[in-house]
C-alpha cells in the first residue's frame, strides 16, 4: 500500500503562484508514475501533470492548458512529488489530487485533495 498526503492548497489572485505538495509513504517502490489530477463539481478527473520515473531518468508530461505556467518534479530523498502553479487563472480553480501507479496501469493510489481557489 501507498499513503499520499497532499498539501499546499489555498486561495490565490489571478496571476499570482502556489505550489502543491504530495508526501509518499508505505510502498513506495511499486509505484513509479505520479501525477497530479484535478476536478471541479460537475466535470470529469482532469490529468494535469505526470512525472514518470525510470531510476535516476524522469519523463514529465502536461495538459495543454498548463503548459508553460505548471512544472512538476520530484524529491526522491524526500518521497515528496511537487506540482509548482504559475499565472494562475480562475480556471485552475478546482480540487488537485495526487496520485501514484505503476507505468501502464492505471492510477490506484490517491490522496484526500487540496483545494485551489484562483480569485480576486
Known amino acids: 500500500q501507498v499513503q499520499l498526503v497532499e498539501s499546499g492548497g489555498g486561495l490565490v489572485q489571478p496571476g499570482g503562484s502556489l505550489r502543491l505538495s504530495c508526501a509518499a509513504s508505505?510502498?513506495?517502490?511499486?509505484?513509479?508514475?505520479m501525477g497530479w489530477h484535478r476536478q471541479v463539481p460537475g466535470k470529469e478527473r482532469e490529468l494535469v501533470a505526470d512525472?514518470?520515473?525510470?531510476?535516476?531518468?524522469?519523463?514529465?508530461k502536461y495538459a495543454d492548458s498548463v503548459k508553460g505556467r505548471f512544472t512538476i518534479s520530484r524529491d526522491n530523498a524526500k518521497n515528496t512529488v511537487y506540482l509548482q502553479m504559475n499565472s494562475l487563472k480562475p480556471d485552475d480553480t478546482a480540487v488537485y489530487y495526487c496520485a501514484g501507479k505503476r507505468s501502464g496501469l492505471k492510477y490506484n493510489y490517491w490522496g484526500q485533495g487540496t483545494q485551489v481557489t484562483v480569485s480576486s
Open positions: 508505505g510502498s513506495i517502490s511499486s509505484i513509479n508514475v
Open positions: 512525472i514518470t520515473s525510470y531510476g535516476n531518468t524522469n519523463f514529465v
